[in-house]
């Protein structure tokens, strides 16, 4: 019981610090949806502009306060936009139509 309970203290603050980061992460992927042209999204076959915003906009509002649930979804969601959704949108602005 003791070997949990120093886990759990242990492991609470990682947690916590690691939604943080994301929290930054969706911040600065919102940033960057801003930024990217409105027709990029349909080109590329992704959703629209204002879509992405919102649900970056709502991860990033979910890992910065303790949601439980919410908080792995946007954290899903923001790795979905750093590591799909940004690099083919990248690819089509910059002409390079590799798959």
Same mark, same amino acid.
């Given at each position: 019981?003791? &070997?949990?309970?120093?886990?759990?203290? &242990?492991?609470? @603050?990682?947690? =916590?610090?690691?939604? /943080?980061?994301?929290?930054?992460?969706?911040?600065? #992927?919102?940033?960057?949806?801003?930024?990217?042209?409105?027709?990029? &999204? @349909?080109?590329?076959?992704?959703? @629209?502009?204002?879509?992405?915003?919102? %649900?970056?906009? #709502?991860?990033? &509002? =979910?890992? %910065?306060? @303790?949601?439980?649930?919410?908080?792995?979804? #946007?954290?899903? =969601?923001?790795?979905?936009?750093?590591?799909?959704? /940004?690099?083919?949108? /990248?690819?089509? %602005?910059? #002409?390079?139509?590799?798959?």
């Amino acid at each position: 019981m003791a &070997f949990a309970s120093a886990l759990l203290t &242990f492991v609470q @603050p990682f947690e =916590a610090n690691l939604f /943080r980061v994301l929290a930054i992460a969706a911040i600065a #992927g919102l940033v960057m949806v801003f930024m990217t042209r409105e027709d990029a &999204f @349909p080109a590329g076959d992704r959703h @629209p502009k204002m879509i992405w915003a919102a %649900i970056l906009g #709502g991860s990033a &509002f =979910a890992m %910065i306060f @303790p949601l439980p649930i919410l908080s792995w979804v #946007g954290a899903v =969601a923001t790795g979905i936009y750093w590591f799909d959704v /940004r690099p083919h949108l /990248r690819s089509l %602005i910059n #002409g390079e139509y590799n798959y």
